[in-house]
């Protein structure tokens, strides 16, 4: 499984931005997708999931009901909308994996390289 992640960029707060996550390799339903974040300094923390099938979600306190995270299964890929972003969004954002059958999952098994998103005026 291979992960490429993409759309990050600078974005002034209050903005918006959207990133994708596009897949290739095992079949890409049979697998969770989360994105992660590591700002400068800091640990990797998690942000948002997405189940399998594109049913269920879950999100960080820190985003919720400012991020939105979904699925395309046909075209292999994960979105992340962005909404109404803070300084505090600055990070390094990853996508990631998990075969795992626990949801929320509890670890991930691939992992994409990052895209810089920062927040700033």
């Known amino acids: 499984v291979q992960l490429q992640a993409s759309g990050g960029g600078l974005v002034q707060p209050g903005g918006s931005l959207r990133l994708s996550c596009v897949a290739s390799g095992r079949s890409f339903s049979s697998y969770a997708v989360g994105w992660f974040r590591q700002a400068p300094g800091k640990e990797r923390e998690f942000v948002a999931a997405?189940?399998?099938?594109?049913?269920?979600?879950y999100y960080a306190d820190s985003v919720k009901g400012r991020f939105t995270i979904s699925r395309d299964n046909a075209k292999a890929a994960v979105d992340l909308q962005m909404n109404s972003l803070k300084r505090e969004d600055t990070a390094v954002y990853y996508c990631?994996?998990?075969?795992?059958?626990?949801?929320?999952?509890?670890?991930?098994?691939?992992w994409g390289q990052g895209t810089q998103v920062t927040v700033s005026s």
């Open positions: 997405v189940a399998r099938s594109g049913g269920s979600t």
């Open positions: 990631a994996g998990s075969y795992g059958s626990r949801w929320p999952p509890g670890s991930f098994d691939y």
